[in-house]
Nanobody, 119 residues
Framework: QVQSVESGGGSVQAGGSLRLACVGP???????MNWYRQAPGKEREFVSG???????RYADSVKGRFTISQDNAKNSSFLQMNSLKPEDTAMYYC??????????????WGQGTQVTVSS
């Protein structure tokens, strides 16, 4: 099964930082990438994403603390997470949406990377 691949999760204390990375399934393809997270017992929620018009969007809960970026090849995405809080604890997932490779618009999800923030 074709997937994106996340990395960079770990355990930190509140106030700390982590940088997550996501690589799309094919190096020769461009993707728009979104980040989601799912805490135990909760539904998956949108965290941040980059869109076709170049805009960046963030969930209200992470605005001012998280920053999304993408490499020039538009094959990888990064999520810089600062001032982490215990409520940020979750499994973080990357969704890579194909732009230049067929099938266009197809979503590729990774298996997630765990972020744990202790108080």
């Amino acid at each position: 099964q074709v997937q994106s691949v996340e990395s960079g999760g770990g355990s930190v204390q509140a106030g700390g930082s982590l940088r997550l990375a996501c690589v799309g399934p094919r190096a020769d393809c461009e993707y728009y990438m979104n980040w989601y997270r799912q805490a135990p017992g909760k539904e998956r929620e949108f965290v941040s994403g980059m869109f076709k018009d170049g805009s960046k969007r963030y969930a209200d809960s992470v605005k001012g603390r998280f920053t999304i970026s993408q490499d020039n090849a538009k094959n990888s995405s990064f999520l810089q997470m600062n001032s982490l809080k215990p409520e940020d604890t979750a499994m973080y997932y990357c969704e890579a949406i194909s732009v230049t490779c067929r099938p266009r618009g197809e979503s590729y999800w990774g298996q997630g990377t765990q972020v744990t923030v202790s108080s």
